[in-house]
């Protein structure tokens, strides 16, 4: 089965700082990976996802995620963060052909204005 | 359009009593579905997802279960509530090919006193 880690508990940073989040899969085969979002009181959407391709995935709301796949990971990244994108970012990933959903622990990241 | 609802939206049960949390799907046929549980820090945890009529698959050994007796209704179940399993529930579905991205609930806040 596969697993997901995301290598930090809680992010803050300021506005206009730069924003790198990890994440790294562990599975044996072709993933699926997806990035989602859950701003505060609202339900879980999602932010960006890698099926095939182009490895550099670009997201709404200016967010892009990279997929590397030598080192089983698909970091998020925003050149320029603002304050509406206080949330919790969760990484995921499903098999090729699979259906099960398995998500990371989630990253509060905190904007400050 | 497709609809997801979950009800309840919060529910307090005792220690020992059962439980029975339902989650429907409109608008779509044969959606993959999905319940999760999520608590702070440990992010969003598989806990059932399902591809068919009758068909379940579990992800971790609990307390709990999970059925589909109709194509877009899943049901999560447990004969007796231990307190451990207060928690946020959250059932999501998926289209039925491709892996496409997850459609979430608004959630059930259950609390087992």
């Known amino acids: 089965a596969q697993s997901v880690s995301q290598h930090n508990h809680h992010v803050i940073l300021s506005e206009a700082a730069s924003l790198e989040l990890g994440c790294n899969y562990s599975?044996?085969?072709?993933?699926?990976l997806f990035w989602y979002v859950q701003y505060p009181g609202q339900h879980l959407q999602l932010l960006l996802k890698?099926?095939?391709?182009?490895?550099l995935v670009k997201g709404i709301k200016g967010f892009e995620a990279e997929f590397i796949k030598s080192k089983f990971s698909f970091n998020l990244r925003k050149p320029s963060v603002q304050w509406s994108d206080t949330a919790e970012y969760f990484c995921?990933?499903?098999?090729?052909?699979?259906?099960?959903?398995?998500f990371g622990p989630g990253t509060r990241l905190s904007v400050l204005p | 359009s497709q609809t997801i609802h979950q009800w309840p939206a919060t529910l307090v049960q005792p220690v020992g009593s059962p439980l029975s949390l339902e989650c429907t799907v409109e608008?779509?046929?044969?959606?993959?579905l999905y319940w999760y549980r999520q608590a702070a820090g440990r992010g969003l945890q598989l806990l059932f997802y399902?591809?068919?009529?009758?068909?379940i698959s579990s992800e971790v050994p609990q307390n709990l279960s999970a059925s589909r007796p109709q194509d877009r209704q899943f049901i999560l179940s447990s004969k007796k509530l231990l307190l451990s399993d207060s928690g946020f529930y959250l059932c999501a579905w998926s289209a039925g090919q491709g892996n496409e991205k997850l459609f979430f609930g608004s959630g059930t806040q259950l609390s087992v006193l």
């Open positions: 890698y099926f095939s391709g182009d490895p």
């Open positions: 599975y044996g085969g072709t993933v699926n």
């Open positions: 608008g779509t046929s044969n959606p993959n």
């Open positions: 399902s591809v068919g009529i009758g068909q």
């Open positions: 995921a990933v499903t098999p090729l052909y699979g259906q099960n959903f398995v």
